[in-house]
């Protein structure tokens, strides 16, 4: 599977963004996707992930800002971020695996998009 994400960018506090990330290659329904974030100087950290089925998970610090959804006719993930913190600023990756022994650890995807840059200016 190939990704590609996009949709990153410069916002202020509060604003919203959404990123998306295009699949190509095998059949985009067969698996699970994730969105990742890596700050400077961090490790990358879980964000939000997908099922096939469409059941979501998300990381305590987004629940409730964050809505990760999938377009399976258009083998595109998407990650509404809103409300926006200064925290949030990081490199967004996506990624997919067909079966993830931990939807949460990155350790368990195989496939992964190049990152887009998001910036929350406070």
């Known amino acids: 599977v190939q990704l590609q994400a996009s949709g990153g960018g410069l916002v202020q506090a509060g604003d919203s963004l959404r990123l998306s990330c295009a699949a190509s290659?095998?059949?985009?329904?067969?698996?699970?996707m994730g969105w990742f974030r890596q700050a400077p100087g961090k490790e990358r950290e879980f964000v939000a992930a997908?099922?096939?089925?469409?059941?979501?998970y998300y990381a305590d610090s987004v629940k409730g800002r964050f809505t990760i959804s999938r377009d399976n006719a258009k083998n595109t993930v998407y990650l509404q971020m809103n409300s926006l913190k200064s925290e949030d600023t990081a490199v967004y990756y996506c990624a997919a695996d067909r079966d993830p022994r931990l939807y949460g650890s990155s350790r368990y995807y195989d496939y992964w998009g190049q990152g887009t840059l998001v910036t929350v200016s406070s």
């Open positions: 997908i099922r096939r089925s469409g059941s979501t």
């Open positions: 290659g095998r059949t985009f329904s067969n698996y699970y």
